[in-house]
């Protein structure tokens, strides 16, 4: 049973840019969240996707966006990217109003 | 506002020393409580969920509980393999869509 998969594992990009992250979701899950990790910090919840619709989001700006397809998995897009979004981005499942949040390995995104 | 603090931030503790990890957190309703470890450079792992005052969980070395204000994570007779970062997260039951982290403490288990 495939756990929480996300790609790519490290990218680095340049100041400005835009990135875009892939997640697939644990087998039998239909929610994904995604968090963003700095170094010596807890994670912090970005937003929440369910039936290919944003649930809630954090305190995060307009910049980071994101999109579930029918297939549960899911993508975080981040645009004119800045210095201080240098981070590890994480991806969880599960099922809707599920306990239970399985998180992936993450993407590390390193911003020049 | 809901909020998860953890303390200590880093514990370095003897193979074999017993010790407690503390979570303590606000929140408006507690619909879960979670605890996860993470290795460096990886996602976290997940450990237990706790709903309710009074309830406790075991996995191996270690053991979950929680209060009405707070939970901690014992580790007994700790191991090398046990170094890692522990996290503890909330879920409200007004907004169970967001978990909720605290920082982290940082175990380190000396052979």
């Known amino acids: 049973d495939a756990g929480v998969t996300q790609s790519p594992t490290h990218l680095i990009k340049t100041r400005g840019q835009q990135v875009t992250l892939r997640c697939s979701p644990k087998s039998g899950h239909d929610t994904v969240s995604w968090y963003q990790q700095a170094l010596g910090q807890g994670p912090q919840f970005i937003f929440q996707y369910y039936e290919e619709e944003e649930r809630q989001r954090g305190n995060f700006p307009d910049r980071f966006s994101g999109h579930q397809f029918p297939n549960y998995s899911s993508e975080l897009n981040v645009n004119a990217l800045l210095l201080g979004d240098s981070a590890l981005y994480l991806c969880?499942?599960?099922?809707?109003?599920?306990?239970?949040?399985?998180f992936g390995e993450g993407s590390w995104l390193t911003v020049v | 506002e809901d909020q998860v603090t953890q303390s200590p931030e880093a514990l370095r503790l003897q193979e074999g020393e017993s010790s407690s990890l503390n979570c303590s957190y606000t929140?408006?309703?507690?619909?879960?409580l979670f605890w996860y470890r993470q290795d460096p450079g990886k996602g976290p792992e997940f450990l237990f969920t706790?709903?309710?005052a009074g309830e406790e969980k075991e996995k191996e070395r270690l053991k979950a509980t929680l209060t009405k204000k707070e939970s901690f994570l014992h580790i007994t007779a700790p191991k090398p393999e046990d170094s890692a970062t522990y996290l503890c997260a909330v879920q409200a039951k007004t907004s169970y869509d967001k978990v909720i982290f605290g920082p982290g403490t940082s175990l380190s288990v000396i052979p």
């Open positions: 969880a499942s599960s099922l809707v109003d599920g306990n239970t949040i399985y």
């Open positions: 929140v408006s309703g507690l619909r879960g």
């Open positions: 706790l709903y309710s």
